[in-house]
């Protein structure tokens, strides 16, 4: 079961609007990632989790919240967004974040922000 | 910080035409991932290399990890219509925090039934 669970798959939200992404993995990932897409480019590393704690942020805006209640679930809380932050929005997760690669992404949330 | 030159930026082909795409850095990685990401799906992960001159297959697809370390080829034989998409190489630079890729600007594969 190589399987990263995301949802929504799609959200629409206004520039006041709060909401939040979430991500789930049953494989006993202890890393976990969340990485932005824009259209036709490669997927941007936003946050890095290792063992429940925050081990990158990668300067994200503070509109951007992460948040991990525990090794199997992953969040971003949004807030205050501006269009510009529309685009796919990937989790992924890694057996651990000093092992070599493979990183195993979500289907994603594609995110307009109005 | 390190690059990934990939190319070609994209492909149209021939249905049962091989395809070669191929990775470059200026700077050695001691892992390369091939990933395939489908229109509005995360990238799907193909083949992992760990070792130069690995040469590793997947059905049809082929990867290798250059002998230098700063390169990496994905081939893809007969291709069919299912293997329309977007091909991103990823590696893994050594004492790198937090298994950070770095990832290739994509090859964009159309092929032609």
């Known amino acids: 079961d190589t399987e990263v669970t995301q949802t929504p798959k799609h959200l629409v939200m206004g520039m006041t609007n709060k909401k939040s992404l979430k991500c789930e993995q049953h494989m006993g990932h202890r890393a976990m990632y969340w990485y932005k897409q824009k259209a036709k480019k490669p997927p941007e590393l936003m946050f890095v989790y290792s063992y429940e704690k925050l081990s990158i942020n990668e300067s994200v805006p503070s509109r951007f919240s992460p948040e991990c209640p525990n090794s199997s679930l992953l969040n971003l809380h949004l807030h205050a967004l501006q269009p510009e932050d529309s685009a796919l929005y990937l989790c992924?997760?890694?057996?651990?974040?000093?092992?070599?690669?493979?990183?195993?992404f979500g289907s994603g949330t594609q995110l307009s922000v109005l | 910080g390190q690059q990934l030159n990939q190319s070609p930026q994209s492909m149209f082909i021939q249905e049962g035409e091989d395809v070669s795409m191929n990775c470059t850095s200026s700077s050695i990685f001691n892992t390369w991932l091939w990933y395939k990401q489908d229109p509005g799906e995360g990238p799907v992960l193909l083949i992992a290399l760990y070792k130069a001159g690995e040469l590793t297959s997947n059905g049809r697809l082929t990867a290798q990890f250059g002998i230098t370390r700063k390169d990496s080829f994905l081939n893809i034989s007969a291709s069919i219509p299912s293997d329309v998409g977007i091909y991103f190489c990823?590696?893994?630079?050594?004492?790198?925090?937090?298994?950070?890729?770095?990832f290739g600007g994509g090859t964009r594969l159309m092929v032609k039934p």
């Open positions: 990823a590696g893994r630079a050594p004492n790198n925090a937090g298994n950070m890729l770095t």
């Open positions: 992924a997760s890694s057996q651990d974040n000093d092992r070599a690669g493979k990183l195993f």
